[in-house]
């Protein structure tokens, strides 16, 4: 997914480039997209990696997410149903 791609995905829903949890939460979609079955293991498969690329600890990647994720609800629950 390009950089235009993820902005076109996550602008509408609040989260925009100026955030830090913007480029956590690009990290953790683009290794997600390359292999959806990360999603049995986030922990593991995700958040490390994203820990290991950024220099945050795996509990502020998941932190990061899950902020991004309440934004996003909070801003357009029905878009976010439909993407879920």
Same mark, same amino acid.
């Not at 959806?36 to 990696?49: G, M, S, T």
């Not at 990647?61 to 996003?72: G, Q, Y």
């Given at each position: 997914? &390009?950089? &235009? @791609?993820?902005?076109?995905?996550?602008?509408?829903?609040?989260?925009?480039? /100026? +955030?830090?949890?913007?480029? &956590?939460? #690009? @990290?953790?979609? /683009?290794?997600?997209?390359? #292999?959806?079955?990360?999603?049995?293991?986030? @922990? +593991?498969?995700?958040?490390?990696? *994203? =820990? =290991?690329? !950024?220099?945050?600890? $795996?509990?502020?990647? %998941? !932190?990061? *997410?899950?902020? &991004?994720? +309440?934004?996003? $609800?909070? /801003?357009?629950? %029905? +878009? *976010? @149903? *439909?993407?879920?």
């Amino acid at each position: 997914m &390009t950089d &235009t @791609q993820f902005d076109h995905l996550l602008r509408p829903l609040g989260i925009i480039r /100026t +955030k830090n949890d913007y480029y &956590t939460l #690009r @990290q953790c979609m /683009t290794l997600i997209c390359a #292999r959806p079955d990360r999603l049995r293991a986030l @922990q +593991k498969e995700v958040y490390l990696p *994203v =820990e =290991e690329a !950024s220099g945050h600890a $795996w509990r502020a990647v %998941e !932190s990061a *997410v899950r902020r &991004t994720a +309440k934004l996003a $609800w909070k /801003t357009d629950p %029905e +878009k *976010v @149903q *439909v993407l879920a």
